[in-house]
């Protein structure tokens, strides 16, 4: 098939590479450096899934019609960038592989003859630059929309997706994106100490302050009737266990997750995009939750100021210490 992936960050580049190796058709949309880059050296992936090299052809915007577009931007440049290529997107089916909760909906909102449908990843690729992706943990993606059953439509991209990277077809789509906020909360502290989730793990103080974050988005997540769905071993009566536990017992949720992890160090998305100097996704990662929180008359303070100091890393460039940030919880 001919595939166009939208933006060619870390997980675009993976998927387009992955896809590229099943002999599939490539379009990947690049800017600045990375499309002069694409168009000479193509894309190196390394890591988890091997050491593969695709060359698609790289473009600044859609021109020609395509059979399926992935949608890999960041959360807050999808918007922009779907309007951008809406002309060829509009009519075709669509996947949206994103952190937050909104992918799915800004995309059918844009493109109202479009099939959309959300990808999970639990994919961690670094992106080392233009065209050179790093995947520190290989691990499953799942597809779905909605939160009833999985249908045909999503059986068959589910396949399609699952020959190049494994790939499982999801049902209650929309509360497997709660779940995975949950673990999304890993980003924030990262972003703001500049150290790795596992180090940020490691540190007594900073991974109760994560287990906070976690167990206010669940909470959250319950207040807006959300019925969490099932994902990376977590399900509707884990989390719900896990929000009514004290946090000293809650902690093994961040610890089991840098287990899964491993040793190879995960800088986490936010944080990553930091390093190269470009806007967050703070505000749909832990900003979605303070959302979800006003729309169901509740409050969530610990990520509403863990939003706030992620910003306030990105206006001054400068790291806070795990004392310091302890200090604006006391």
């Known amino acids: 098939m001919r595939i166009s992936v939208i933006g060619a960050g870390a ?12 002999g599939h058709d490539l379009v990947v949309t690049a800017r600045g450096a990375a499309l ?15 050491d593969r090299l695709a060359r698609p052809l790289a473009v600044e915007r859609l021109t020609e019609p395509c059979d399926l577009a992935l949608i890999c931007t960041k959360a807050q440049d999808a918007a922009a960038a ?23 909906m800004t995309a059918r909102r844009l ?25 520190t943990t290989a691990a499953q993606s799942y597809l779905g929309r909605g939160d009833g059953r999985a249908d045909a439509a999503t059986l068959r991209w589910q396949a399609l997706l699952d020959a190049a990277v494994p790939t499982l077809a999801l049902d209650n789509f929309v509360g497997a994106q709660w779940t995975k906020l949950v673990v999304n909360m890993l980003n924030a502290l990262p972003a703001i100490t500049g150290m790795s989730v596992q180090d940020v793990i490691g540190q007594a103080g900073l991974r109760q ?26 399900s509707q009566w884990r989390l719900r266990l896990f929000a ?31 390093a190269r100097g470009q806007r967050t996704e703070i505000d749909f990662l832990n900003g979605a939750v303070m959302r979800a929180a006003a729309a169901a008359r ?33």
Request: proline share 5%; net charge neutral; aromatic share 6%.
């Open 11 to 22: 997980l675009g580049s993976t998927f387009a590479c992955l896809l590229a190796a099943e």
């Open 209 to 234: 302050l994560m287990t906070r974050s976690m167990r206010e988005t669940v909470r959250v997540g319950r207040a807006s009737g959300v019925r969490f769905g099932s994902l990376q071993g977590l």
């Open 111 to 135: 493109l109202p003859h479009s099939d959309c449908f959300g990808l999970i990843t639990i994919i961690a690729a670094h992106y080392e630059g233009p065209g050179r992706v790093r995947v």
């Open 298 to 330: 509740t409050t969530a303070p610990v990520n509403a100021r863990l939003t706030e100091l992620v910003h306030e890393v990105e206006q001054s460039g400068v790291f806070l210490t795990p004392a310091e940030v302890r200090g604006w919880f006391r």
């Open 36 to 50: 002069p880059a694409l168009l000479s050296e193509g894309i190196r992936l390394t890591g988890g899934f091997g």
């Open 82 to 104: 779907i309007a951008e290529n809406s002309a060829v997107l509009d009519g075709i089916p669509v996947i949206v592989v994103q952190n937050g909760l909104d992918g799915v």
């Open 244 to 274: 009514l536990a004290p946090v000293w017992a809650g902690q093994v949720l961040p610890l089991s997750m840098r287990t899964r992890m491993g040793t190879v160090p995960n800088q986490g998305s936010t944080l990553q995009s930091l």
